[in-house]
């Protein structure tokens, strides 16, 4: 998307940056949109969705324009007194113009005392198209600033194919084989997986991306500790998590980090997270035995269900190890948006791979309430995926803004795709994640 403000973003836009808009005498056209005061509902709405039907724009309230010329002549500003005005009728003549509802994003400037510049940036959408409530398609054409409605019947079939590609693309993300050899393939331990793919993804390119992202730097940043907060507003609990990698590697459009130490060996697929340029991530977490001691009154009830060979016909996973892993990458990935400027929410995809009668253990009391009222969460599936059928819905999309909230979602989601209910898999999630198990936070994941 074209940005009057080169590579800055709307966040750290100033006063200067609008007068600088002003002085280079930036048109409107297929990007660019001036209006000096408030429009009606409906006029806005069109504006949003000519943007978001095109290839995303920028809306400039309390800027004026030359009418022959389209430049921007002035910006005195809006009344400060009419900012809340502003904000809710924008999200309201969105939300009640227009289907599906496109995403926007709003900020004030002050230029003058008492006087604003509202500024709103509507990136191109990918759900299109974006309907108004007049049955109408609106699009940008031409030099001017105005959005018309679209009647080329082949442009209209092309927003819904740009709908039909963006979810291609996110499923072929999703379906990518890692390549391991046949024997761990083939081994009794299966793997979870990870896809997170920005909604809107970030104005980096791939050029951009080499220069920023030095393999052994985003090593660093991989492997640094990071803090979060997971809860409800009142009652917010905050934590730290860590994963260490110590191998980083880079290829044309992306880079790797790897956690070689423990690996099953040099040819094995180690834990490991790629990253896309474009902002998407996908990780593999390996599934390790339960080695330690079980509860005796969880060793008993699965003796007594299944006999003494019952660990020989079940495969024993390190649920607290495996899915802390999980929980930690998740973390990342969401910051990772928000570090390369991604806005939106992230779409997302986990797997149980390989995991055929596989049972996660968590050394924890809400997991061994769990069992002893629900019975052993034994995966009857080789392949345990969320959203469970990618055919017809190969993602979710969750709010990264809250790092911990939107891990503690993808963790919890993963758990109940291998047959654990949500509230207990929450539960057994804060347990772990929190240290309430029999070892303290972060053992495991070294």
């Not at 793919?197 to 080499?210: C, D, I, M, N, S």
């Amino acid at each position: 998307m074209f940005n009057p403000f080169g590579d800055k973003s709307l966040s750290d836009l100033t006063v200067e940056d609008i007068a600088k808009l002003v002085a280079d005498g930036v048109t409107e056209g297929h990007y660019v949109e001036y209006k000096s005061e408030l429009p009606n509902a409906a006029d806005l709405a069109k504006a949003v969705a000519s943007f978001a039907n095109a290839h995303g724009g920028w809306l400039f309230f309390g800027v004026e324009s030359d009418p022959t010329t389209n430049a921007a002549t002035q910006a005195p500003g809006l009344d400060t007194g009419e900012v809340g005005k502003l904000a809710d009728r924008v999200r309201d003549a969105v939300v009640g113009n227009l289907s599906p509802v496109p995403a926007y994003f709003g900020k004030a400037i002050d230029v003058a005392a008492d006087r604003l510049v509202y500024v709103v940036q509507v990136p191109e959408g990918d759900e299109t198209p974006y309907i108004h409530r007049n049955g109408r398609i609106y699009r940008r054409h031409g030099a001017g600033g105005d959005p018309v409605p679209e009647n080329n019947r082949y442009e209209v079939d092309d927003l819904y194919q740009r709908a039909q590609r963006s979810v291609e693309r996110f499923r072929q993300f999703a379906t990518l084989p890692w390549s391991m050899p046949r024997w761990q393939a083939d081994q009794p331990l299966g793997w979870l997986e990870l896809y997170t793919w920005p909604k809107y993804r970030p104005e980096v390119t791939l050029e951009r991306f080499r220069e920023l992202a030095d393999p052994a730097e985003e090593r660093k940043w991989w492997s640094a500790e990071e803090a979060w907060e997971v809860g409800p507003s009142e009652v917010r609990l905050p934590g730290t998590c860590c994963v260490p990698f110590d191998q980083a590697s880079s290829w044309a459009a992306g880079y790797s980090v790897s956690q070689l130490a423990g690996s099953a060996g040099p040819r094995a697929v180690p834990l490991t997270v790629e990253v896309r340029y474009y902002g998407a991530c996908r990780a593999f977490i390996p599934l390790h035995s339960w080695e330690g001691r079980l509860d005796e009154e969880l060793e008993a009830d699965l003796s007594g269900r299944w006999g003494e060979e019952a660990r020989g016909g079940l495969v024993l996973f390190d649920g607290e190890d495996a899915f802390r892993a999980l929980f930690t990458l998740a973390v990342k990935c969401a910051r990772l948006a928000a570090k390369w400027g991604a806005v939106g929410p992230l779409r997302v995809r986990t797997r149980a791979d390989n995991c055929w009668c596989h049972v996660p253990y968590f050394p924890t009391g809400a997991f061994r309430e769990f069992v002893t009222g629900n019975g052993w969460p034994v995966c009857r599936r080789q392949r345990a995926d969320f959203p469970d059928d990618v055919a017809r819905q190969p993602y979710q999309e969750i709010d990264g803004a809250s790092p911990g909230d939107f891990a503690m979602e993808v963790t919890t989601a993963a758990l109940r795709s291998l047959g654990i209910p949500a509230g207990r898999a929450a539960g057994i999630m804060v347990g772990s994640i929190f240290g309430a198990g029999d070892r303290p936070p972060g053992e495991g994941l070294q």
